[in-house]
């Protein structure tokens, strides 16, 4: 089993910045994927980013691509999620997962293996 826990949520006026940390406890793999989703109320669980862990390829939605960044700490095991110029939209929780799949990059939710709790982001008009 893996332990994710997400940290760096909370409340940030538009145009503001947050940090999201997630670190990983439990059983680790050499070489896996990890991702960030969101889900708004009312809305499905959609992707953000994602990071292979030795490599460090990475991928986001089209709605964060130049605002967000995605980026990990090995020695850690905590992958990062910096949320620049944020925006109203971005409100929802968001959420770690971790890819038990070595050196490749996914941004369906069905594919992952383990999941954090959440975090809630709020960002104020």
């Known amino acids: 089993q893996v332990q994710l826990v997400e940290s760096g949520g909370g409340l940030v006026q538009a145009g503001g910045s947050l940090r999201l940390s997630c670190a990983a406890s439990g059983r680790t793999f050499s070489s896996y994927g990890m991702g960030w989703f969101r889900q708004a109320p009312g809305k499905e669980r959609e992707f953000v980013a994602a990071i292979t862990w030795t490599i460090g390829r990475t991928a986001y939605a089209d709605s964060v691509k130049g605002r967000f960044t995605i980026s990990r700490d090995n020695a850690k095991n905590t992958v990062y999620l910096q949320m620049n110029s944020l925006k109203p939209e971005d409100t929802a929780v968001y959420y770690c997962?971790?890819?038990?799949?070595?050196?490749?990059?996914?941004?369906?939710?069905?594919?992952?293996?383990?999941w954090g709790q959440g975090t809630q982001v709020t960002v104020s008009s």
């Open positions: 997962a971790v890819d038990k799949i070595a050196f490749r990059l996914v941004t369906a939710a069905g594919e992952y293996d383990y």
